[in-house]
């Protein structure tokens, strides 16, 4: 089952690289088998990666949450917010997903509670504590199977092998 | 009564940017100003850094097109090294070079300006969005997201992330290109090839609903100019400076070396704006307006130089009996650009030698200045500077492409106001032409512009006296 989690968030604003961490985290992982990607924001050509998938994970800092807390939540597709391609959302992402390919995987986002978001590199002592939390809920929930399918026509012409995309901005 | 229309802010931009409609006692505008309200200061604070930092702090300039800035900014460093990088690392850059215009001008076309296209620039704001083009026009939307994607995982296979890749850096690039890479690209060319040439043929059959905005949009008579090679072909990565005039005719003495880009280029600072305001230096200020990016390339070249888009290039030309002069022909020559990448990747992955291992020229500091000039997607960049004998800067000049079109977009904001603006009466059809006409420039300012159908404007007009007369949010 094809699986890829995509961290979003700025590495040098602290905890708002939780995202790209916990990508860089899978990456160096030799047992997980997804692809990765690290990201500043979601953008529109994202859906054609997402639709090689069966499951995406999405990983981002949440200052709706305590510091350090990890919230899981299932996402359904929307439309709300396509008005801006630079502010596009999990869920509208997933909605243009489905609307252009009749499909779409399933997805789920996992916030991380941030501490400090200043300038800097690195993660709070709160959030990296919170790391290992984060990487085995992600591995477990893309161990799991099944796209959604929506009336779907045959599916477009595919390119496989995409391979990791991986970008911090730390080398 | 004189009336000031201000939209402010136009929000959403890399950096901030206002429009002021100056009105006269009639309603009608007599004149209007762009501005750019933010500053950023990169030429100042690199001042003290080591040179070979430029690279990677220039990229921050934009997350748009980062790869433009590290092509100038390496090459302004390569003269500071004073080297001959390897034909492989400068391959490679173009290689990367030309993925990057291709996803940008992807960007532009189908995500930025096909509301405008696809749905009329009178559409209802409250629909001018994704889901409406998708409506009716799905496989545009389809294309627009796949070509995009492959310009942007091509710069990501090269340099390991897709904003930002810390990849071309002085001397020519940090690694070899990987055979996989080579053959995955190159197999997914001829699809890439056919999107780009479906929408090409889908542009040229409905450019005729725009007769009006063809008409409008930044549509005068100036000089284009943009680099060309040896042979007077399209090079988005090296070449000598090249203006043209509206008719079609090469203005100067001649193509000027890259270096001496300061012989025709002066620059012109306004109290209204942070923009600064190129000119063409023996035109003066500000008659020696010009315009780059692709609509300038294409009237400045003797050929693309690939057969498919020299193809494309003589039908374009059969536009106008000179130069093609409507700011609205930007999309269109950005497509005939993609098309051009297209066939320059393969000619590019074809040549064995892109394989070389020889990929980095290596030296310390051994010259006082270095100027690097390549064709950013939006127009021609320039990167300028001195360093001392340790090789730190010691003063910086950038003019960004978007600059060079400063006069240009101020001219047809006025323009586009004029033709769609009467009896002081602001129509939010009249407000979308003006959006559109700065989206045909493609600025980087351009955020403000993502918005599909809405940028968030707010007008205020005020009368002679100072008051407010009256205040328009959208």
Request: proline content about 5%; charged content about 25%.
């Amino acid at each position: 089952m094809r699986a890829l989690v995509i961290g979003i968030g700025n590495s040098l604003r602290r905890d708002d690289g939780v995202g790209p961490e916990v990508i860089a985290a899978l990456y160096a992982d030799a047992a997980f088998e997804g692809d990765c990607l690290a990201v500043h924001q979601l953008t529109p050509e994202l859906c054609d990666r997402m639709i090689e998938c069966e499951r995406v994970a999405f990983v981002d800092a949440s200052v709706e949450h305590a510091a350090g807390a990890v919230q899981a939540a299932d996402l359904e597709p929307g439309e709300a917010d396509l008005r801006t391609p630079h502010a596009l959302s999990a869920t509208s992402l997933l909605g243009l997903t489905e609307r252009l390919y009749a499909r779409r995987p399933r997805a789920r986002r996992f916030s991380v509670g941030v501490a400090d978001l200043g300038h800097g590199e690195g993660l709070s002592a709160t959030v990296n504590r919170a790391m290992p939390e984060v990487c085995v809920r992600v591995k477990e929930y893309l161990g799991g199977a099944g796209a959604v399918e929506t009336n779907a026509p045959p599916l477009p012409s595919l390119r496989r092998g995409c391979g990791v995309g991986f970008g911090l901005d730390r080398e | 009564m004189t009336r000031t229309i201000s939209i402010d802010p136009v929000t959403r931009i890399e950096g901030h940017a206002r429009i002021t409609l100056f009105l006269d006692e009639l309603g009608f505008v007599k004149d209007a100003q762009f501005h750019v309200t933010q500053f950023r200061g990169f030429e100042k604070f690199v001042e003290g850094r080591p040179f070979y930092e430029m690279p990677a702090i220039m990229a921050r300039i934009c997350g748009i097109c980062p790869v433009s800035h590290l092509v100038a900014s390496s090459k302004a460093c390569d003269a500071v090294l004073a080297v001959q990088i390897p034909p492989t690392g400068a391959r490679l850059r173009r290689l990367m070079n030309l993925a990057q215009i291709f996803q940008s001008h992807a960007l532009s076309f189908f995500h930025l300006s096909s509301p405008d296209l696809l749905l009329g620039m009178d559409a209802d704001p409250a629909v001018r969005n994704i889901f409406a083009v998708l409506a009716d026009n799905e496989r545009q939307v389809r294309d627009g997201v796949r070509l995009r994607r492959f310009g942007q995982q091509l710069i990501e296979d090269l340099g390991q992330k897709r904003i930002h890749p810390a990849w071309i850096v002085p001397g020519g690039v940090s690694s070899p290109l990987r055979s996989e890479v080579r053959d995955r690209v190159l197999a997914e060319l001829p699809e890439v090839q056919a999107l780009v040439e479906r929408n090409l043929d889908w542009f040229k059959g409905h450019m005729g609903a725009f007769n009006e905005e063809i008409r409008s949009f930044a549509n005068f008579p100036s000089l284009f100019l943009a680099l060309v090679d040896d042979h007077g072909h399209l090079n988005h990565y090296e070449g000598k400076l090249r203006f043209v005039n509206a008719s079609g005719q090469r203005e100067g003495e001649g193509d000027v070396n890259a270096e001496d880009y300061a012989e025709v280029i002066a620059e012109q600072v306004e109290p209204h704006s942070f923009l600064k305001s190129p000119y063409y230096r023996s035109m003066g200020y500000p008659a020696g307006v010009y315009r780059v990016g692709p609509l300038a390339r294409l009237n400045v070249v003797d050929a693309c130089g690939t057969p498919l888009a020299d193809q494309e290039l003589a039908e374009f030309r059969a536009l106008s009996r000179g130069a093609v002069v409507s700011s609205f022909y930007y999309h269109y020559a950005r497509l005939i650009e993609m098309l051009f990448c297209v066939e320059k990747l393969r000619e590019l992955l074809d040549d064995s030698d892109i394989l070389s291992k020889h990929v980095r020229a290596h030296a310390a500091a051994n010259a006082a200045e270095g100027i690097g000039v390549a064709e950013a997607p939006r127009g021609t960049l320039m990167h300028h500077y001195r360093v001392d004998e340790h090789g730190l800067i010691t003063w910086a000049n950038l003019i960004i492409a978007t600059g060079h079109n400063n006069l240009a977009m101020n001219r047809g904001v006025l323009q586009v106001a004029k033709h769609f603006i009467s009896d002081g009466h602001v129509t939010d059809g009249a407000l979308n032409r003006v959006e559109a006409v700065i989206r045909c420039f493609d600025p980087c300012l351009s955020c403000s512009t993502h918005a599909f159908g809405q940028m968030p404007f707010e007008i205020t007009t005020v009368d002679a006296t100072g008051e407010i007369v009256e205040v328009f949010r959208r």
